[in-house]
């Protein structure tokens, strides 16, 4: 009887394991019949999930969640369905894989430093019966390398044409490029785009073709990658150009008022790529003065004559070619021990003219004041004089004895004045 028992508890315990293997077999097959992109509106248990876009070396979070649960547990499922979480428990051995929330209705996990092999569909179910499942996409964007500016090697004359190619790989989807000169962009020919063997990102080429002139020179060249999973600007390689051509030359004088007696020098001076090196000074229709030495770039007077006056020539090489200017001499008088400023003279003299004017004004207003005074006087005082008649001359018997009493008889007359005005 004991034996016969134990048959039958082996028996038992072999179709409990044939069951359970057939439930499992029957939700496997429930659970691919209920697909994310079929909505249950009015259905609570409905798990809802969202896509998501990372970057690669990013982090993605997962979010699944219900408005009801009957005690049914969440899972998270990768691409490959392997379960990675099942409620709270973890399934799968990646440390990359964290739980950030377990509830009866929502199931929150996060995937750090993705790569782009963790692109795909993500399955969130929920063991219901029927089990329910939603589907939440990944993109992972592959990140564009940092450009790389190819075709410029040596210095192009001026006039010549430059050929530049840009390239940028490893994005996904495939990144644009742009060409900027300095901060202005410019346009290259259309994006190349090639698939990149073995990983799902993409190489992208772009080429620009450039006539130079002289203002290109020294002129920073270009090219930014414009990418979503990258901010502006921060994927970006410049490449300076470096253009030949002849000098400009002009020529300068050590002052602008050159005095006879002093020392002098003219210098020139050329910009070009390369700087010059090789200079000639010539004097128009003669010869250089005896006195003027040429050293390189200068052009040195010892001692300023008016004969040095006349029209200075310089030329200048850089080996691409040659430039030259005149410049007219014209040597000022000595005056004394220097020739003034005709400035500093011309407000000099101006100076002088005007106080010589004011003493002038002011001794003619001193005259005029003294003639004035004096003539009041002489007018309040001219025509006063004596009369004098003596006493008596009436009574004299002739006209000698009259003379003679009236120049003894001063003493007692009175006098008498009269004024005339």
């Given at each position: 009887m ?6 039958q508890?082996?028996?038992f315990s072999?179709f409990?394991r ?14 691919t019949?209920v697909?994310s ?10 798990p809802v999930?969202?896509?998501e ?5 990013g ?11 009957d005690?049914s ?7 490959a369905q ?5 409620g ?8 990359r ?5 377990s509830?009866g209705t929502?199931?929150i ?6 790569q782009?092999?963790?692109d795909?569909e993500?399955?969130?179910s929920?063991?219901t ?9 990944v ?10 500016i ?7 004359e001026e006039?010549?044409k430059?050929?530049l ?10 990144a644009k490029?742009?060409w900027?000169?300095d901060?202005e ?9 090639e ?6 990102t993409y190489t992208?080429?772009?080429?620009l073709?450039?006539?130079?002139t002289r ?9 930014a990658?414009?990418h ?7 994927k ?11 000098p ?11 005095r006879?007696g002093?020392k002098?020098?003219l210098?020139c001076v050329?910009?070009?790529n390369?700087?010059p ?14 006195l003027a030495?040429?050293d390189?770039a200068?052009?040195?007077f010892?001692s300023?004559?008016?004969?040095d ?8 090489d850089n080996g691409i ?6 410049h007219t001499l014209?040597?000022?008088?000595e005056?004394g ?5 005709p400035?500093a ?6 100076v002088d ?6 003493v002038v004004?002011v001794?003619?207003f001193?005259?005029?004041c003294l003639?004035?005074?004096l003539?009041r006087?002489?007018i309040?005082?001219k025509g ?5 008649e003596?006493?008596g001359?009436d009574d004299?018997?002739d006209?000698?004895t009259?003379i ?8 007692g007359v009175d006098?008498k ?5």
């Amino acid at each position: 009887m004991s034996g016969m028992r134990a048959r039958q508890s082996m028996t038992f315990s072999a179709f409990q394991r044939a069951a359970l293997r057939a439930l499992a077999a029957l939700t496997m097959l429930l659970a691919t019949s209920v697909r994310s992109n079929f909505v249950f509106d009015d259905d609570p248990f409905q798990p809802v999930t969202q896509d998501e876009t990372v970057a690669v070396g990013g982090v993605v979070t997962l979010t699944c969640s219900v408005k009801e649960n009957d005690n049914s547990s969440l899972q998270w499922s990768n691409t490959a369905q392997q379960t990675l979480y099942f409620g709270e428990k973890r399934a799968l051995r990646d440390n990359r894989i964290q739980l950030v929330k377990s509830t009866g209705t929502e199931l929150i996990i996060s995937i750090s430093d993705v790569q782009l092999s963790d692109d795909g569909e993500y399955t969130c179910s929920i063991f219901t019966m029927p089990v329910r499942t939603a589907r939440a996409t990944v993109t992972v964007l592959g990140v564009p390398g940092k450009p790389v500016i190819t075709g410029f090697d040596d210095p192009v004359e001026e006039g010549g044409k430059v050929s530049l190619t840009c390239t940028s790989s490893g994005s996904k989807p495939p990144a644009k490029l742009h060409w900027y000169r300095d901060q202005e962009e410019i346009q290259g020919r259309p994006d190349v785009v090639e698939s990149n063997t073995d990983e799902p990102t993409y190489t992208v080429t772009s080429e620009l073709t450039l006539t130079v002139t002289r203002d290109d020179n020294n002129a920073l060249i270009a090219c930014a990658v414009d990418h979503p999973s990258i901010a502006n600007g921060d994927k970006r390689t410049e490449q300076p150009l470096s253009v030949l051509f002849s000098p400009s030359v002009s020529i300068q004088p050590e002052s602008d008022l050159p005095r006879e007696g002093e020392k002098f020098f003219l210098q020139c001076v050329g910009n070009g790529n390369p700087e010059p090196t090789a200079f000639v000074w010539r004097r128009k229709d003669a010869e250089l003065p005896p006195l003027a030495k040429v050293d390189g770039a200068f052009l040195r007077f010892e001692s300023l004559n008016k004969s040095d006056n006349g029209v200075y020539e310089c030329e200048a090489d850089n080996g691409i070619g040659m430039g030259d200017i005149a410049h007219t001499l014209l040597v000022q008088e000595e005056a004394g021990v220097k020739a003034a400023d005709p400035t500093a003279m011309s407000t000099s003299s101006g100076v002088d003219h005007a106080v010589i004017g004011g003493v002038v004004a002011v001794i003619v207003f001193i005259m005029l004041c003294l003639l004035i005074v004096l003539g009041r006087y002489l007018i309040r005082h001219k025509g006063t004089y004596l009369t004098h008649e003596a006493k008596g001359s009436d009574d004299a018997p002739d006209a000698d004895t009259a003379i003679i009493n009236a120049e003894g008889g001063h003493s007692g007359v009175d006098d008498k004045k009269e004024y005339f005005i």
